[in-house]
């Protein structure tokens, strides 16, 4: 699920879609737990080649990093 919120994210961030025909024809999503884990497992390597490679041809740096460290703890566990 992880990796379809990157998806969604670099779309929104950038306005860009990312090619996943390779991911969608698989028919295996996140939801779909009675699928085996091999077949999730192809479907995420697949899913991320993808995002990766539309990084890739964009050869560009889409989010900037803040020059100063985050002062504000971002997970706090109980």
Same mark, same amino acid.
């Given at each position: 699920? /992880?990796?379809? %919120?990157?998806?969604?994210?670099?779309?929104?961030?950038? *306005?860009?879609?990312?090619?996943?025909?390779r991911y969608? *024809? /698989?028919?295996?999503?996140?939801? %779909?737990i009675h699928k085996n884990k091999k077949s999730h497992k192809e479907a995420l390597l697949i899913l991320g080649e993808e995002i990766v490679g539309r990084m890739r041809d964009q050869r560009?740096?889409?989010?900037?990093?803040?020059?100063?460290? /985050?002062l504000e703890p971002i997970a706090v566990e109980h």
């Open positions: 699920m /992880l990796m379809v %919120h990157i998806k969604k994210f670099y779309e929104t961030t950038t *306005g860009e879609s990312i090619d996943t025909s969608v *024809g /698989l028919e295996v999503s996140p939801v %779909h560009r740096h889409v989010f900037d990093m803040a020059a100063e460290p /985050l």
